[in-house]
């Protein structure tokens, strides 16, 4: 008996070695298996990216900060193994929507795109939803669509009400003049948001100038100069957007004239006005939604993860005022800075596609 007990011992002993070592090797073949050691666990949990094509289009690179959130993106997806097919329509409505349906032909897999209106490229996004290629919209507010997989936008009263407190120093009956682009829904949002604050602050606009997309910047300072000559003792201009100060600055300097620009959307060029005292700035992490994009999007091609239809609240944007007294510290958001934590995560999670 003590014999046959020992010999049962062993036989069941050697079972559960046996069994431990089928269920080790089951978990290593499903993946779940944690071995000791952080190179064996990132060997076994990191996940190799498919090769991707993302195509990328705002409308006119000509504007700085469409260019800045376009260049952005291109790099995120680059930093992930993807390759980009990059469109510049130049501003002209036609060849945006020859762009959009150039993307679904080139059979991309991704679309993110920089404050594009859906009514300008309404067949390419009907063409891409028919080829299930996910449209990302990023940056500034535009028209919804169903045909957005995502609308990652900054918050348009925010931005305003944050530049609105710097103007609420103009005093009562100052005169302002304002330059708009009232073709796209976040700068026309804004436009009528400065007409109620200057009747609630009892400011005088006397003149209103619709900037021409396709020639931005010489378009303002041509404006601006004839506003200045019909108006000199004009106090304030107001811009929706990035390009106002480069181009109402320079038409204030040659006046002589002691005109502040007040704008929302600065970007890297526009500190050199700031610094000077020239104009004072909302400017934000534009970039942000374009990298989100990308970054979501390698969710939902490694792991099928639902694309959110709005910017999660994790990946919100940052915005700040930047005036003579902090823009020497240079423009807040540059991309490098706002990509490094995405790039730390995605070390972790990926395999870089190649």
């Not at 060029?269 to 999007?297: C, H, N, P, R, W």
């Not at 003579?324 to 800075?337: C, I, L, Q, V």
Request: proline share 6%; hydrophobic share 45%.
């Amino acid at each position: 008996m003590p014999n046959g007990h020992r010999v049962g011992l062993g036989a069941l002993a050697l079972m559960l070695v046996g069994a431990a070592l089928v269920a080790v090797a089951t978990g290593f073949a499903s993946g779940h298996a944690k071995p000791t050691g952080a190179h064996a666990s990132a060997a076994v949990n990191r996940i190799k990216l498919p090769k991707k094509t993302i195509g990328i289009m705002g409308p006119v690179d000509a504007a700085e900060v469409i260019k800045l959130v376009n260049d952005a993106a291109e790099k995120a997806a680059k930093t992930l193994g993807w390759k980009t097919i990059r469109v510049d329509p130049g501003g002209d409505p036609a060849k945006m929507a020859a762009g959009m349906t150039s993307l679904v032909n080139a059979h991309v897999n991704a679309i993110v795109l920089t404050t594009m209106e859906p009514s300008t490229i309404a067949s390419g996004l009907r063409a891409a939803a028919r080829a299930k290629i996910p449209v990302i919209d990023t940056h500034t507010k535009t028209q919804s669509s169903k045909y957005f997989a995502g609308e990652y936008f900054l918050p348009p009263t925010k931005e305003f009400n944050l530049l609105l407190g710097r103007m609420k120093a103009l005093p009562r009956g100052s005169k302002i003049a304002t330059i708009n682009l009232p073709q796209f829904l976040n700068a026309k949002i804004a436009g009528d948001q400065i007409k109620a604050a200057a009747n609630a602050q009892g400011w005088k606009i006397v003149a209103s100038h619709d900037a021409d997309l396709q020639n931005l910047v010489p378009d303002v300072q041509k404006a601006t100069g004839d506003i200045l000559r019909a108006n000199p003792d004009l106090k304030a201009v107001w811009g929706c957007c990035d390009f106002a100060p480069a181009g109402a600055v320079p038409s204030i300097r040659a006046a002589r004239k002691n005109v502040r620009v007040y704008a929302l959307h600065g970007v890297p060029s526009t500190i050199q006005f700031a610094k000077a005292g020239s104009a004072v700035v909302e400017m934000a992490s534009y970039q942000q939604g374009a990298i989100a994009a990308i970054d979501l999007l390698a969710a939902h091609f490694a792991r099928g993860a639902k694309i959110p239809k709005h910017l999660p609240k994790s990946m919100a944007y940052q915005m700040k005022i930047v005036d003579k007294s902090n823009a020497g510290k240079g423009f807040p958001y540059p991309t490098n800075k706002l990509l490094a934590p995405f790039k730390k995560k995605w070390a972790k999670l990926y395999i870089k596609a190649g």
